[in-house]
């Protein structure tokens, strides 16, 4: 087949401003510990399909580390290897690539170490406590997600500037979210829109077509090539979320809305599924996941699943974490997967969590979607539980039963986001982001990891223990007291004890053990937390 060039004015670039450092290959420069580097190559695209071409670079180190990276196109004549570490010192890289043009290109640049107290790295699983999430330098890490499946669409008509990603993100990073859950494209859904949303057009992204990571649109789809604006933009989103330390969950795929997708493992499917590995995987804060609910058995198989496992395998030189949204596909093959994802939305969300805990006792387990889809101004997807103390419950006894959860807001939901909580009127239905501020800040004072579930110890109420004598007992509003005299008779009588409103974030005074059973200060007006500490 002839080569033919790619048609450059289909490939517009966003002036960047994504605060990822670059520089022209030759440059020998220095750059911190995590911070993402991308090193640049020209090189004219005269091939048909600039996008499939193999292309990437060995990184070695003074010390003996050695890392190869996949380089991907970036639109014109650009090239980019995108690159981070944890290893300080001096580096030496040198490409190698299916392109002459591309070929034996070498460099050298040192890594220092960070200065962003803030930074500590990519999330990682330890082999010694394999239930728990920590940073690449050993910090525990606290996940309170938050999905938010149409961030993509956020000012991606401002080539600019990005005010209304930065306005929902310094909301979600003041109040301790720290993940977002989200797709790499979404389109439409199934349900009934709101129609409020007429007065509101600033928020409703349900049927914009100007926005689509291949050319065309979603309705009339091009599937040849990927639009590399589209791409760029998220440079930028994914950028500010690691400034704010913010991680990124992000979904591939969704199979069950409006999206138009290539033909599975067609050309154009492999080409898009593999950019995303390529171009995102230099960033410390990116867990992959596959598909959010994965299972569309029209598209999607579990053969199909399995490979695309396999592709992220041989293409992440970082090996970041990765999952499915799929619990059926977790609990058969997870051995395949970093994270137990489930989707359960039960009444007995508890037991059930300690279930699938027990169930996988070398895996973080990551309760995706529990059904709390709390009540905004506008209705998205209402779910089964709407009231936000009754969906923040259920994130308490998920966290109780020793596995991590997400908050679910349908005013940034499926394609409803709402950027400018702060400057809506009064009356108007806001998130309750305090809550899981509070939540947050409960688990670092008395560290998430270091807490298991102890049965034994629980009556009507919930319990964690560290092992050494710290018991959390937590109680809905509804509880009336706690009865102590389920802690061993030692614990029961000694130390001292505190109550914390889950609601406030408020804390009782410390008081020493008393006879009898220790009633909640705040009985049927906030759920508590009983902490009995030495």
Same mark, same amino acid.
């Given at each position: 087949?002839?080569?033919?060039?790619?048609?450059?004015?289909?490939?517009?670039?966003?002036?960047?401003?994504?605060?990822?450092?670059?520089?022209?290959?030759?440059?020998?420069?220095?750059?911190?510990?995590? +911070?993402?580097?991308?090193?640049?190559?020209?090189?004219?695209?005269?091939?048909?399909?600039?996008?499939?071409?193999?292309?990437?670079?060995?990184?070695?180190?003074?010390?003996?580390?050695?890392?190869?990276?996949?380089?991907?196109?970036?639109?014109?004549?650009?090239?980019?290897?995108?690159?981070?570490?944890?290893?300080?010192?001096?580096? +030496?890289?040198?490409?190698?690539?299916?392109?002459?043009?591309?070929?034996?290109?070498?460099?050298?640049?040192?890594?220092?170490?960070?200065?962003?107290?803030?930074?500590?790295?990519?999330?990682?699983?330890?082999?010694?406590?394999?239930?728990?999430?920590?940073?690449?330098?050993?910090?525990?890490?606290?996940?309170?997600?938050?999905?938010?499946?149409?961030?993509?669409?956020?000012?991606?008509?401002?080539?600019?500037?990005?005010?209304?990603?930065?306005?929902?993100?310094?909301?979600?990073?003041?109040?301790?979210?720290?993940?977002?859950?989200?797709?790499?494209?979404?389109?439409?859904?199934?349900?009934?829109?709101?129609?409020?949303?007429?007065?509101?057009?600033?928020?409703?992204?349900?049927?914009?077509?100007?926005? %689509?990571?291949?050319?065309?649109?979603?309705?009339?789809?091009?599937?040849?090539?990927?639009?590399?604006?589209?791409?760029?933009?998220?440079? #930028?989103?994914?950028?500010?979320?690691?400034?704010?330390?913010?991680?990124?969950?992000?979904m591939i795929y969704v199979w069950?809305?409006?999206?138009?997708?290539?033909?599975?493992?067609?050309?154009?499917?492999?080409?898009?599924?593999?950019?995303?590995?390529?171009?995102?995987?230099?960033?410390?804060?990116?867990?992959?996941?596959?598909?959010?609910?994965?299972?569309?058995?029209?598209?999607?198989?579990?053969?199909?699943?399995?490979? #695309?496992?396999?592709?992220?395998?041989?293409?992440?030189?970082?090996?970041?974490?990765?999952?499915?949204?799929?619990?059926?596909?977790?609990?058969?093959?997870?051995?395949?997967?970093?994270?137990?994802s489930a989707q359960n939305w039960?009444?007995?969300?508890?037991?059930?969590?300690?279930?699938?805990?027990?169930?996988?006792?070398?895996?973080?387990?990551?309760?995706?979607?529990?059904?709390?889809?709390?009540?905004?101004?506008?209705?998205?997807?209402?779910?089964?539980?709407?009231?936000?103390?009754?969906?923040?419950?259920?994130?308490?006894?998920?966290?109780?039963?020793?596995?991590?959860?997400?908050?679910?807001?349908?005013?940034?939901?499926?394609?409803?986001?709402?950027?400018?909580?702060?400057?809506?009127?009064?009356?108007?239905?806001?998130?309750?982001?305090?809550?899981?501020?509070?939540?947050?800040? %409960?688990?670092?004072?008395?560290?998430?990891?270091?807490?298991?579930?102890?049965?034994?110890?629980?009556?009507?109420?919930?319990?964690?223990?560290?092992?050494?004598?710290?018991?959390?007992?937590?109680?809905?509003?509804?509880?009336?007291?706690?009865?102590?005299?389920?802690?061993?008779?030692?614990?029961?009588?000694?130390?001292?004890?505190?109550?914390?409103?889950?609601?406030?974030?408020?804390?009782?005074?410390?008081?020493?053990?008393?006879?009898?059973?220790?009633?909640?200060?705040?009985?049927?007006?906030?759920?508590?937390?009983?902490?009995?500490?030495?």
């Amino acid at each position: 087949m002839k080569k033919v060039s790619v048609i450059l004015f289909l490939l517009v670039s966003f002036n960047s401003f994504s605060n990822i450092d670059k520089s022209d290959y030759a440059k020998k420069i220095t750059i911190e510990q995590w +911070q993402v580097h991308d090193f640049l190559f020209k090189a004219t695209p005269n091939v048909r399909n600039p996008f499939i071409k193999n292309f990437e670079a060995t990184f070695k180190s003074e010390s003996g580390e050695q890392i190869t990276v996949p380089g991907f196109y970036n639109g014109g004549n650009e090239w980019i290897v995108r690159f981070s570490t944890s290893k300080i010192g001096k580096w +030496q890289f040198v490409t190698q690539s299916a392109l002459k043009s591309l070929r034996n290109k070498k460099g050298s640049f040192s890594v220092i170490p960070t200065k962003n107290n803030s930074e500590h790295g990519g999330i990682i699983v330890k082999p010694e406590n394999p239930q728990y999430f920590y940073y690449e330098d050993g910090t525990p890490y606290m996940q309170m997600a938050y999905e938010c499946d149409w961030l993509f669409a956020l000012d991606f008509e401002n080539k600019k500037a990005a005010p209304k990603t930065a306005s929902l993100l310094d909301d979600l990073q003041k109040n301790n979210l720290n993940q977002i859950v989200t797709t790499v494209y979404s389109f439409g859904a199934k349900w009934k829109r709101d129609p409020k949303l007429d007065d509101y057009p600033e928020y409703d992204y349900s049927n914009d077509l100007s926005i %689509f990571p291949f050319l065309g649109t979603n309705k009339m789809p091009d599937f040849r090539l990927l639009n590399v604006a589209y791409f760029q933009q998220m440079d #930028r989103t994914i950028a500010m979320m690691k400034e704010r330390n913010i991680s990124l969950h992000l979904m591939i795929y969704v199979w069950n809305k409006l999206v138009n997708w290539p033909d599975a493992e067609t050309e154009a499917d492999n080409m898009f599924f593999d950019y995303i590995i390529k171009r995102y995987q230099a960033f410390p804060n990116v867990v992959w996941d596959v598909a959010k609910e994965a299972y569309d058995r029209k598209r999607c198989s579990t053969a199909y699943i399995l490979e #695309r496992l396999e592709r992220i395998k041989k293409l992440d030189a970082y090996k970041r974490l990765k999952t499915v949204h799929e619990y059926d596909f977790c609990i058969k093959h997870p051995d395949k997967v970093d994270i137990i994802s489930a989707q359960n939305w039960s009444a007995t969300i508890y037991h059930d969590m300690l279930g699938v805990k027990k169930a996988f006792p070398n895996k973080p387990i990551f309760n995706i979607e529990h059904g709390g889809y709390t009540k905004s101004e506008f209705e998205v997807f209402p779910g089964d539980y709407v009231d936000p103390e009754i969906s923040l419950r259920r994130n308490y006894m998920i966290n109780f039963s020793g596995t991590y959860s997400t908050y679910y807001w349908q005013g940034t939901s499926w394609y409803v986001m709402i950027h400018d909580i702060e400057n809506q009127p009064k009356g108007f239905v806001k998130p309750k982001y305090e809550y899981y501020k509070n939540f947050v800040n %409960f688990f670092k004072k008395y560290p998430f990891n270091e807490f298991t579930p102890d049965l034994k110890s629980n009556n009507s109420g919930y319990t964690l223990t560290n092992n050494k004598g710290v018991f959390l007992m937590y109680l809905p509003k509804y509880n009336y007291q706690a009865s102590i005299f389920y802690l061993s008779p030692f614990f029961s009588k000694t130390g001292t004890y505190q109550w914390f409103n889950t609601l406030t974030g408020e804390y009782s005074e410390v008081f020493q053990f008393k006879k009898g059973n220790f009633m909640n200060p705040w009985y049927n007006k906030a759920d508590a937390i009983l902490i009995r500490t030495h």
